[in-house]
């Protein structure tokens, strides 16, 4: 079973973030897409973020220039980038190159009607310099949809580095984690945890982390 490995996306609110440190939250995700209903410029500064003292600060980019996320994550004091657009390789040899070597990178990949040989070639298109991969349901909203992807396609590849996974976790679907043969490093949720966009249900957040403690516990 999956190890006790965390990502709570789309923060906006400076009490619930501070409470998910608290609770020891391994990644924290903020939204730096101006499109998503949980755009986070639109309620903390570059200055607020960076001062939230967490070790897994992710700030999530959709093909966005890239002497922004540079700035971004140099104002913000972020720890990963996530890139959830149609990022090229060389784009993200060029970030990795002017990054802060300290900052890594997930890279998403969205997984819609693809068959498993067409998601292998698309893993193995990816840059050598990225730290993780996402794999996220396929959208055009880029994420955040509360839907889910038929996981089984993950057992027909094989995942070179270790990867998240995203798109519609819940507390209802947890125990699906199981027929996943190759476990992510950490799980993502987000909208199946919110009592509105960037509003998030810190009460179903606790259950799910004890969720998967116990799971774990119990191997």
Not at 67 to 72: N, P, Q
Not at 144 to 154: E, R, V
Not at 168 to 181: A, H
Request: hydrophobic fraction near 35%; charged fraction near 25%.
């Amino acid at each position: 079973m999956i190890k006790p490995t965390i990502k709570v996306c789309g923060l906006t609110k400076l009490n619930q973030i501070q409470e998910l440190v608290d609770l020891k939250i391994d990644f924290l995700g903020f939204i730096f897409y101006e499109k998503s209903p949980r755009y986070v410029l639109n309620h903390l500064s570059l200055e607020q973020i960076s001062e939230i003292n967490h070790p897994g600060k992710v700030g999530v980019f959709v093909n966005e220039d890239l002497e922004k996320i540079i700035k971004i994550s140099e104002q913000a004091n972020l720890n990963f980038i996530q890139l959830h657009g149609h990022e090229s390789e060389n784009f993200i040899s060029e970030l990795k190159q002017k990054l802060n070597p300290k900052i890594g990178i997930i890279k998403v990949i969205r997984i819609g009607n693809q068959t498993s040989e067409e998601l292998q070639k698309t893993i193995k298109q990816q840059s050598t310099t990225i730290n993780y991969l996402l794999f996220d349901t396929d959208s055009q909203a880029f994420g955040g949809t509360g839907k889910t992807f038929d996981w089984n396609i993950l057992n027909d590849i094989e995942i070179p580095i270790p990867y998240f996974l995203s798109g519609g976790i819940s507390l209802e679907n947890f125990n699906q984690l199981t027929t996943i043969n190759h476990q992510p490093t950490a799980v993502d949720i987000n909208s199946k945890f919110e009592i509105e966009a960037g509003n998030k249900d810190l009460e179903k957040v606790k259950e799910f982390l004890s969720l998967i403690k116990n799971e774990a516990s119990s191997i």
